[in-house]
Structures are given as C-alpha cells and as structure tokens.
C-alpha cells in the first residue's frame, strides 16, 4: 500500500513539474459574442481535447512556453495559431456565410440613402415597437432603381384601432403604412387565376403637395381554386400563461380559433400546443374531420403561469416536422401578447430560433392580441424571420376577417421571398419617394443588412404609394419599369415577371374611389406619424378626402372614417373647443 502511494505521488509530482506554464484566454466572434463550447486542440498534447467556457474562457497547463493550438466550432471557420503562454490570447472565430445569415439584420426596402434621424419612442404599458426611420426623397439621377419587399401583414391597422377606440395617442413606430393598406387590400377584385402575378398602376395627383405625383401600384397575386387548396397541416401555439388572464386575450383567441376550426377539411391536420407554466401538447395531429374533439380542447384552455415561449416554439415545430405533408401548406400559428419571459427572450435570440427551423419548409404566422404588454416587435421579427406573416386581433370580428373572410391569403402562400423593383426613367422623374416600407433604425445601422422578401398568400393585391416630382420636360410614356422576383409555391421555380409603368395620369377626383382610398390611409397613416411631408396637410383636409372614398354603408370603410374623425378629436382638441364655441 505505502508502495503504491509512493508511486502515485511521484507521477503527480512529475506531472506539476512537467506543466511549468498556463495558456490562457478567451474566444469570441466576430460580433464580439463570447463562444462556448470551442473544442481547443494543443500540438503537444495529441489528441486530447480542451473546450472553451460559458464565458468563452479557457486555461491549459503547458509543458512549454509556446505551442500551436487548433481550434473548431460549427458554424465558424477552423482556427490555427502559435499561442505564447505570457499573452492573454484574444482569439476571434469568423463566422461562416451560413452563419453569418442568421445574424444579418435584414431590410423592408433598399433605400439608398437614409439617415438616422431621431423619432420619439414609445415607451408606455411596457409594450414594444421597432424603431423605424421614414424614407425620404431620393434623386432618380443618383439612384434610378429601388426595392421593397411585399408581404400580406396588416398587424398595425387593427392595433391602431385599438389605441384610437380607448381614446389613446398612438405610438409612432406602432404606424407601418404598408400594414395599413394591406388591410384594404381585399377590397380590391382580384380574378387572376393564373400561376403568375399581374399588375395595374396609375398616376394621380398628390394630395399633400400639390407640386408633385403619386404613383399608385397594385400587384394582383396568383388566386387559387379552392377546390385545388392543398391539405394543411397546422400547429397551433398558444399562449395560456398568466398575461393572457384578460377577455381580449385568451377568451378572443379561443373564439378565433375555433371560427378558423370551422373551415377545416377532411384533408387538414390539426395540432394544438399550450405554453403556460409548462409545455404541454394539448391535442396531437387531428383530421379537421373531428371538429368536436378540437373545439373540445379550445374550451378547455385556461390562462396560468409564465411564458416559456423559447421551448414551447421547439415543441410546436418539431411537431409540425412530425406530421409534415409533402407539398402540403406545413403551418406553426403562434398566438400571443409577445410577453416571453423564461428562455430567449430577446428579439434576437428568439429570430436566430426562428431561422434555424423555417428550413424544414414550416412557415410561422403570428396573431398578436391583448394590450399592456404587447410585444409588437417580437411578434413581426419571428415572422419575418419565420417566412410568414403577422396580423393582430383586438376583436371578435377582426379573428373572422383574417381566419375565415381571408382564410386563403392568410394561410396559403403562393410565393415567397417575394421583392418588387422598380427603376424610374430619369428624364421623366426627378426624385421618389417610397411611401411605407419604412426600414428599422437597427437595420440602417448594420451595413451587412439586405433586403429579405416576404410571403404572399393567395388572391392577396398588394399596393404600393410613390411620391414622385416630375422633370420640367414633356413628361415621357413610360416613367418607369417594375419586376416582380419571388419563389413559386404554385409552381418549383424562380420567377422574375416585368410590367412598363406608363404615365398614365388622372385627376385624383376622377381615379375609382378605392384608389383614393388607398391614398386616404398613406395620409392618414402619414398624419399618425407625424410625418415631416405632410405637415401642412390636416385632419379636416384628410376627412374631406376619405369621405369622397369611403362608402358610409360599407362596414370596413365606415370605421376607417370613424378612426380619423377619432383621431382628428383626440390630436387636435382645442380646434373641437373653438368649434364648439363658434356653434
């Protein structure tokens, strides 16, 4: 016994005198994170693996004071060095091109040259919008060609609803004018059942600045029979923690549920998951036969806990993977406040989650609801992110519109990464600029950022505004050329489609009234954010426009003119008081 421990002791002895030196360090990206997990390999320690800490820290006793170290992680590129064990190593791991995607802040147009200007950021409730810097006039002879990504969300009108019904100022970056005229787009007779897009556009005169145009652009999307509507398989993710505790949250999502389990076929495929304290799947795949069993488990939800809303995502999308259909419409429906509190929490970290799991072929669409807490931000970055769409519910009848009324172009997608170009005849037009398509403050800070395409559903029209100053010269036929790119979900291709842009003017009091109406919200939209091009335009030249657009006894465009005389009311109250006092 005393023999073994002599020779025990001798090797430990052996050992400490052979490490006479320490390799210290750290490692990081080339973000600046620090990189866990880093497998270090060190020449004269063969094949003997070391990894890097949670902090991104390492330490390696050495026999020698120099020696060549091997480094690897998935998703960077290897690393060889001679490190010196009397330097503290800063070593930085270049991200593959893969990699480096999934943290690419990504851009809703490709505007050339934008500012960073201040806005006024909301603060209130605890809810939370993305920062967005509006686009200004850009000269054609500099920059003759522009893009913008086109998408079928219309989160920002019902939720500027909401503010304006509760009597509240609306928060600036709560206003996407894009959102808003996406919400009007069904108004529009879309009968173009072919497998490509078609277009119409139109020039007229601007409201605002009476020196200038308005180029209006109308994208009519591929309408699918519905015969022809390939079966769904659908998961939806619902949030049935302590926040949703409120009759506009939980008790508003059952009942949209349920009216979109109304339209279920035989064919479709339907999942439930709950997050809520716990994970829990509620109901695994079931036909859209079994309608009772479904609404069964609709009812039966109740709000409690916190929101672990980074595994419930996992949960819901392996699911989804679990009963894919090929060549089927393969569906995660997250809804919710956007209050996730235990997990990843932060817009970037639940958008790097997102990227990873759109690859499968499984698109995310977001239903936002409740107020308070509202998470705007997080909600529209996992749909982007996620290769889908996003709207948000403040009523009954808004769940109706979007789940039941547009069950196709919200659930169905035609094509995706979907970008119009437009490039404008510089002798016609002097400078442009794009109304909406607004870009994050982030994203303009990121030189990396690019512009991502969005997902168009079925039937879907998308409109477009550009203010335009024309030349001094006889203004040309044709002032600009327009192309449409997108991924053909009808259809395994790539498709690139080209439409002339005639100058063909109208006064704005001859265009139909659902163009004006269009241009009613850019105002509108305009007028909420305080918009610097619109500054002498008021509320009382807003009404005047809407009510030649709007049709009193059409429900949807009744409440459009009741939001802005509401808003006329709540932004300008002494012109009510004097008005009152002249009366």
Known sequence: MNRLFIILSLLLYTTTIGAQYYLRGEIKDNRGKKLEGVTIQ??????????????????????????????????????????????????????????????????????????????????????????????G?????????????????????SNIRRFLTNEMFVPLDAVRTEEMLNYFSFEHPNKNT?????????????????????ILVKAFAPKLNLEKIPPS???????????????????????????????????????????GGNVSIALYPTSGADKQAINTVIDSLSANGDTPGENAIKVAYNLAKGSFIQGGNNRVILATDGDFNVGQRTEKELEDLIVNYKEYGISLTCLGVGMGNYKDSKLETLSKKGNGNFAYIDQVAEAEKILVKEFTSTLFSVAKNTILQIEFNKEAVLSYRLIGFDNKKDAIADSSAKLLGG??????????????????????????????????????SSEVQTFPLENN???????????????????????????????????????????????????????????????????????????????
């Open 194 to 214: 072919t497998p490509q897009f078609s277009m119409e556009s139109m020039v007229t005169d601007c409201p605002w600045n009476s020196n200038n145009k308005l």
């Open 137 to 157: 006039f850009i000269k054609t002879d500099q920059y003759p060609q522009t893009g913008f990504s086109l998408n079928i969300d219309k989160a920002a009108y």
């Open 233 to 275: 398989n659908l998961v939806f993710l619902i949030d049935v923690s302590g926040s949703m505790d409120h009759p506009n949250r939980l008790p508003l999502l059952q009942s949209a549920f349920k009216l979109l389990t109304a339209n279920l076929r035989n064919i479709d495929t339907i999942s439930i998951v709950t997050y």
């Open 505 to 583: 003017y109208q006064p704005i009091h001859l265009v139909d009234s659902a163009s004006r109406r269009a241009i009613a919200i850019a105002a509108y939209a305009g007028m909420l954010r305080k918009s610097r091009f619109l500054k002498d335009f008021t509320y009382s030249n807003l009404v005047s426009l809407a009510l030649t657009a709007c049709n009193p006894q059409h429900l949807v465009q009744n409440e459009l003119l009741y939001l802005i005389q509401k808003a006329d009311k709540l932004y300008n109250p002494s012109t009510k008081r004097k008005k009152n006092r002249n009366n």
């Open 42 to 135: 060190i020449k004269s320690k063969g094949i003997i693996p070391f990894y890097s800490g949670k902090d991104g820290d390492f330490g390696i006793p050495l026999n020698k004071s120099e020696d060549s170290i091997y480094l690897s992680l998935a998703g960077y590129e290897n690393a060889r060095l001679l490190a010196n064990t009397n330097l503290f190593q800063q070593i930085v791991l270049e991200m593959l091109p893969s990699t480096a995607r999934l943290y690419q802040k990504n851009l809703s147009s490709d505007i050339t040259n934008l500012k960073r200007e201040e806005t006024m950021q909301y603060v209130g409730m605890g809810e939370s919008y993305s920062g967005l810097i509006e686009n």
């Open 455 to 492: 997902e168009i559903g079925s039937g879907h029209v998308s409109l477009a505004l550009f203010e335009i100053e024309l030349g001094n010269k006889e203004v040309l036929h044709k002032i600009a050329e327009i192309k449409i790119a997108y991924e053909s979900a009808i259809t395994p």
